[in-house]
């Protein structure tokens, strides 16, 4: 089992950037690779990025590639999403995930889900 917590969410203009957290607690964090994914309102939740449990790998949409970077600090049980040049398309909430696999870049390869944190890009 790991426990997964988003934080770093908020309102932004366009342009800007923000970085969200996700803090993982329970089994070693090191044995998952992680993902972001993000529900905007009307729509079905969407991959965004994921990282393998080294942090050697790593996955963008193409929506996002170029502006947002997904990184982990094992030690601190965290996994990051690093979000420059916000556009209004990019509202949605936001959620982490664990997988088990060595990557995973669907919803349903995910076994632990976090609460999610709300970011909304203003035009």
């Known amino acids: 089992q790991v426990q997964l917590v988003e934080s770093g969410g908020g309102l932004v203009q366009a342009g800007g950037s923000l970085r969200l957290s996700c803090a993982a607690s329970?089994?070693?964090?090191?044995?998952?690779?992680m993902g972001w994914f993000r529900q905007a309102p009307g729509k079905e939740r969407e991959f965004v990025s994921a990282i393998s449990w080294s942090g050697g790998r790593t996955y963008y949409a193409n929506s996002v590639k170029g502006r947002f970077t997904i990184s982990r600090d094992n030690a601190k049980n965290t996994v990051y999403l690093q979000m420059n040049s916000l556009e209004a398309e990019d509202t949605a909430v936001y959620y982490c995930?664990?997988?088990?696999?060595?990557?995973?870049?669907?919803?349903?390869?995910?076994?632990?889900w976090g609460e999610g944190t709300q970011v909304t890009v203003s035009s």
């Open positions: 995930a664990a997988t088990t696999l060595s990557m995973g870049l669907r919803l349903s390869e995910y076994s632990y």
């Open positions: 329970g089994r070693t964090f090191s044995s998952y690779a």
